[in-house]
């Protein structure tokens, strides 16, 4: 019986074996399709002006500081984002398959200098039975990982 047990640890080890390689310093971002998700955007200045692009010709958004609201562009990005001034916080809802990209962040700061700041996020779709567990475990095992070697 206690031989069972130690192979069955040892089988467990070496399937989480090639999860410990993982490059955990890249902060990507995953969600399931049709949930919402939270991005952070990097470390904003006082008075930033700021563009956020779903890809180098889609715009999402453009803020300037001394205007009290951003300006939403007419994507399919229009009705489900929210960006929060306060926390530097952008808010996706609702999700899709297709929002699925590597968001760029360009900040123009006081000085006029610019900043650059890619966000890479992964939606999955949403599914049921086997298929639901593995995309669960694909985005929630790397998410802990990197959550305890940190």
């Known amino acids: 019986?206690?031989?069972?047990?130690?192979?069955?640890?040892?089988?467990?080890?070496?399937?989480?074996?090639?999860?410990?390689?993982?490059?955990?310093?890249?902060?990507?971002?995953?969600?399931?399709?049709?949930?919402?998700?939270?991005?952070?955007?990097?470390?904003?200045?006082?008075?930033?002006?700021?563009?956020?692009?779903?890809?180098?010709?889609?715009?999402?958004l453009e803020w300037d500081s001394r205007k009290p609201n951003p300006n939403f562009f007419k994507t399919t990005f229009k009705d489900r984002v929210t960006l929060d001034r306060e926390n530097g916080k952008l808010y996706i809802y609702k999700v899709q398959k297709n929002d699925t990209s590597t968001y760029l962040l360009k900040v123009v700061m006081e000085s006029r200098m610019e900043k650059e700041c890619?966000?890479?996020?992964?939606?999955?779709?949403?599914?049921?039975g086997v298929a639901w567990i593995?995309?669960?475990?694909?985005?929630?095992?790397?998410?802990?990982?990197?959550?305890?070697?940190?």
Do not use: H
């Open 118 to 128: 890619k966000i890479p996020l992964e939606v999955f779709a949403r599914s049921s």
């Open 134 to 150: 593995a995309a669960w475990l694909v985005v929630m095992i790397p998410t802990i990982l990197g959550l305890l070697l940190t």
């Open 1 to 60: 019986m206690c031989c069972k047990g130690l192979k069955l640890c040892l089988a467990l080890e070496f399937l989480l074996l090639p999860l410990c390689f993982l490059e955990t310093n890249v902060q990507g971002y995953s969600a399931v399709s049709g949930s919402n998700v939270t991005l952070p955007i990097c470390d904003l200045p006082n008075n930033p002006s700021l563009t956020l692009f779903y890809n180098p010709n889609k715009k999402i």
